[in-house]
């Protein structure tokens, strides 16, 4: 499996077709389902054309849709030049095929979107090897008796495997492939279970964005990289594009990543492919549970968040609320603690993470966010101390300022004082210029000018 070298390109143009089996008007969750369907596609980067949903009682065999449908759905592909009509329900093989051909373009289904979407996102082994499993499983039935006939496919949406690998398409060779992941994912499985938590060369803590698809993860993603100083680049050069190494207030450097986004009906045969896809951020030493406070589903999204995390045992990390969005709330809705507990009450829990309100559109509440991260962050601690050192140690200086965030510094002749908001590790390399602290009765724990003897 040679990886590819991605060219950026230009994003794929989409048209979206939705479809729902009954009599009369939509229903609420076909639309709901539809309005994640353009989310998702977006997630995987294609570019929405247009849309177009039909209702009807009986679904045709050979197209789902019925035949005027088709040739609707073909104007507007054809007027939008659209590369690729993504279809919210499930195909049959047949039924992909014949829409293939009518519309003479790739034509894919809600579970291919959503693996796609996953594939690229699967960073763990499992992760990984889950997703191809998920792939091949779905791509089986539709290869009988066509050989390589999804080959013409090209590429793209639909197409990719985890890791920019192509996609396998011959059925004999699939078939043994699915046996061989089968195998290896029992094989990580154990051995994840041996190694869990060990980590890197790198002691850098990981910081995870969770939610829901749309909750705005990959804006706050974005957001916080940006306003962060951004750490050596050279030390993280091999991560892939959803994993960001940023400094914090406090100096201390984290690593912060963008996972797979929740979906509201995700197809049964793909929670297998997200759980693992999702492992990652049970390693996490801190999870920033991001929700949409403007949906009137947060609640239930909170809570299913919460049950999901559990499941894979990040039931015990250390968690933030991130209640993004709060450019639409009502003016006076400014108390985060009360919503953040609202929410966790809405979804019957009753210890509310520390909550923070912030938008990632605006920016606002991003600096009160980053000092939530420093505070609930357990790796590597952060203590305001004091240190004293000798002038003429000017390495010992310099490597305060690096690795803490210095709110005063005092100099005399011989002495530099500096008060340091200092993590553990500064502190223990530094111990021996630590002031201890201040006793109860002494009069102020701040530098005195002439407190310098010596
Ligand atoms: N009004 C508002 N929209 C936001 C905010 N953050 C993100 N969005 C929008 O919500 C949509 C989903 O955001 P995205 O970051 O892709 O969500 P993700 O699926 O969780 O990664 C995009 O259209 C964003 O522009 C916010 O704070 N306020
Ligand atoms: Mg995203």
């Known amino acids: 499996m040679k990886p590819t070298i991605s060219v950026a390109q230009a994003p794929e143009k989409a048209i979206l077709a939705g479809f729902e089996r009954r009599r009369g008007a939509v229903s609420d969750a076909a639309s709901d389902s539809f309005q994640e369907l353009s989310e998702l596609a977006r997630t995987a980067g294609a570019h929405v054309a247009g849309e177009l949903f039909q209702v009807r009682p009986d679904p045709d065999a050979a197209t789902l849709f019925g035949q005027g449908k088709v040739r609707e759905i073909r104007e507007l592909a054809d007027a939008s030049q659209a590369d690729v009509v993504i279809v919210d329900h499930d195909l049959t093989p047949t039924q992909q095929r014949n829409l293939e051909k009518a519309l003479d373009r790739k034509v894919i289904d809600r579970t291919q979107l959503i693996l796609d979407i996953f594939a690229s996102r ?9 997703v191809e499993l998920a792939q091949l499983k779905y791509l089986l039935p539709r290869l009988a008796g066509q050989g390589t006939a999804l080959s013409r496919l090209g590429g793209g949406i639909g197409t990719r495997g985890p890791g920019e690998t192509k996609l396998e398409t011959d059925r004999r060779r699939i078939q043994v492939r699915i046996g061989k992941l089968e195998k290896d994912i029992e094989r990580v499985r154990r051995a994840r279970a041996l190694h869990r938590r ?23 993603f974005n957001r916080l990289t940006a306003a962060g100083v951004l750490a050596d680049a050279r030390m993280f050069a091999t991560l892939d594009p959803t994993v960001r190494s940023l400094t914090l207030p406090s100096r201390r450097k984290i690593l912060i990543s963008d996972t797979v986004g929740f979906v509201r009906n995700l197809p049964t045969t793909l929670i297998d492919a997200f759980r693992a896809t999702l492992e990652e951020v049970a390693d996490a030493e801190l999870i920033l549970h991001v929700v949409d406070v403007s949906s009137d589903q947060a609640s239930a999204h909170v809570g299913e968040v919460l049950r999901v995390l559990g499941e894979i045992g990040a039931a015990q990390t250390p968690q933030i609320l991130v209640l993004n969005k709060s450019d639409r709330l009502p003016a006076g809705e400014t108390d985060a603690a009360l919503i953040g507990a609202r929410l966790f009450d809405g979804a019957g829990r009753t210890t509310p993470a520390p909550s923070v309100l912030v938008s990632g559109l605006t920016g606002q509440g991003l600096a009160d966010l980053f000092d939530t991260i420093d505070r609930n962050l357990p790796f590597d601690p952060v203590e305001s101390v004091q240190f004293r050192v000798p002038i003429h140690d000017a390495a010992a200086i310099a490597l305060i300022h690096q690795f803490g965030k210095v709110r005063a510094a005092h100099y005399s002749d011989n002495w530099c004082e500096l008060e340091v908001d200092a993590p553990e590790s500064l502190r223990r390399r530094m111990d021996r210029y630590l002031v201890p602290p201040a006793t109860p009765g002494r009069e102020s724990s701040g530098p005195v000018e002439n407190s310098v003897q010596n």
């Open 198 to 220: 060990k980590r890197d060369a790198v002691p850098v803590p990981t910081v995870s964005l969770a939610g829901y698809t749309n909750a705005g993860k990959s804006t706050l």
């Open 122 to 130: 699967a960073r763990t082994a499992e992760g990984r090897l889950q």
